[in-house]
Antibody
């Protein structure tokens, strides 16, 4: 059974940093692109970043470029999101998700999701 | 950035009724790169449909997708009690991969 479990969320002051982790199990982690997707309270979904199988390719939404860094450790079956210079608008539930490229599509859909972890940026 | 506009915002229906949800995309989606997700309160989204009309693993056949170009539809043929939830569409044609704002299907 595929499982994705996020950790590392919490309350942080504006300008602060936080590192999210996602522990993966039930599939060959090193064979999949992985993403972070977030959802502000009561709002819709926003794709944040994704990373390829060996960590050599990383892509971000413009609003987090230069502040967030996605990474992975395939030996530990883990995905990470280092978040720096946090702003109030980064407050959201952050989901770790597995990328699926149907029919070798250009972009991904997200076929498995973690339960999410709340990040609150407030003074 | 491609913008997805979903309508209606809220759909009030009774169990057994048919639900029709719309997703309009700001520019044409190539190669069927449109997906739908279901989200229940306090839960993560679940992939329902990809490539406009292909059901994900384990999704019942009362869920179907259709459309092309800039206009897409998710249809739930007969609503079951567990189908009352929020539904999001997503395009995966142009980065950043974007979602609609959601349609809430609520019990009338």
């Amino acid at each position: 059974e595929v499982q994705l479990v996020e950790s590392g969320g919490g309350l942080v002051q504006p300008g602060g940093s936080l590192r999210l982790s996602c522990a993966a199990s039930g599939f060959t982690f090193s064979s999949y692109w992985m993403s972070w997707v977030r959802q502000a309270p009561g709002k819709g979904l926003e794709w944040v970043a994704h990373i390829n199988e060996d960590g050599g390719e990383k892509y971000y939404v413009d609003s987090v470029k230069g502040r967030f860094t996605i990474s992975r450790d395939n030996a530990k079956n883990s995905l990470y999101l280092q978040m720096n210079s946090l702003r109030a608008e980064d407050t959201a539930v952050y989901y770790c998700a597995r990328d699926f490229f149907p029919g070798y599509s250009y972009g991904p859909v997200f076929d498995y999701w973690g339960q999410g972890i709340l990040v609150t940026v407030s003074s | 950035e491609i913008v997805l506009t979903q309508s209606p915002v809220t759909l009030s229906l009774s169990p057994g009724e048919r639900a029709t949800l719309s997703c309009r995309v700001s520019q044409s989606v190539r190669n069927d790169y449109l997906a739908w997700y279901q989200q229940k309160p306090g839960q993560a989204p679940r992939l329902l449909i990809y490539a406009i009309s292909s059901r994900a693993t384990g999704i019942p056949d009362r869920f179907s997708g259709s459309g092309s170009g800039t206009d897409f539809t998710l249809t739930i043929s007969r609503l079951e009690p567990e189908d009352f939830a929020v539904y999001f569409c997503q395009q995966y044609d142009h980065s950043p991969w974007t979602f609609g704002q959601g349609t809430t299907v609520e019990i009338k």
